[in-house]
């Protein structure tokens, strides 16, 4: 069983929608988890951090259930420039490396 | 820029030969991170240096490949003798120095093509 798993998609979604992205893990001793933006394999970009209590930042809201091992992003309002596959990343201070997820692609359609 | 810097951008290379990858992290980034992307795969972690240090190697392959992150100057990962499997793209990443997991800042990657 892969550490981070998303469903890779493709999510096909009309302008002005709004769409869910889950993620679950694996492994209990991962302690802080992001989600990360990739473009046509570009380099990632980190699009936020998530915590229990939830966060939001403009149109997205991530959420992080610890005891379901489970993390969500919400996008509201879809544009087109947020076609792009979203990755879900733990990380252990442990370690310091981070587990990337495969990737959730999103395809915004006018 | 004061963002990661990778170089090459991109970097061909015939089997048998070395590739060399190079990456300045951030400003004021004391940590330094290698991963690698394969073709219509995810991010793997290689590995994670500090200054004059490797940290965690877990993710590197044990024959061929090498990095460091000397006192002075980029992180270099190196790969021998290389082969058709390592085409790919590869991302250096850094973060601040501070405790639990930093949010990690990329590099544009290097796109390595082995002939």
């Known amino acids: 069983r892969k550490e981070v798993e998303q469903d890779p998609g493709p999510f096909n979604v009309p302008e002005g929608a709004t769409v869910a992205f889950n993620c679950t893990y694996s492994n209990s001793a991962s302690q802080s988890f992001f989600w990360y933006r990739q473009d046509c394999r570009k380099e990632p970009k980190l699009l936020m951090s998530?915590?229990?209590s939830g966060n939001e930042d403009g149109r997205f809201t991530a959420q992080l259930n610890r005891a379901s091992q489970y993390i969500s992003l919400l996008i509201r309002d879809s544009k087109l420039s947020d076609s792009a596959t979203y990755l879900c990343?733990?990380?252990?201070?442990?370690?310091?490396?981070?587990?990337f997820g495969q990737g959730t692609t999103l395809q915004v359609k006018p | 820029n004061a963002g990661v810097m990778q170089n090459p951008r991109h970097l061909v290379r015939r089997r048998g030969q070395e590739a060399r990858l190079r990456c300045s992290p951030m400003k004021g980034h004391s940590h330094v991170y290698w991963y690698r992307q394969l073709p219509e795969e995810g991010l793997k972690f290689m590995v994670y240096l500090q200054k004059e240090n490797i940290i965690d190697e877990s993710g590197m392959p044990k024959e061929r490949f090498s990095a460091e992150f000397p006192k002075e100057g980029p992180s270099i990962l190196r790969i021998q003798q290389v082969v058709r499997g390592d085409s790919a793209a590869y991302f250096c990443?850094?973060?601040?120095?501070?405790?639990?997991?930093?949010?990690?800042?990329f590099g544009d990657g290097t796109r390595l093509s082995i002939l």
């Open positions: 998530v915590y229990s």
């Open positions: 990343v733990g990380g252990s201070s442990n370690t310091g490396k981070l587990i």
């Open positions: 990443a850094s973060s601040p120095p501070g405790s639990g997991v930093q949010p990690q800042h």
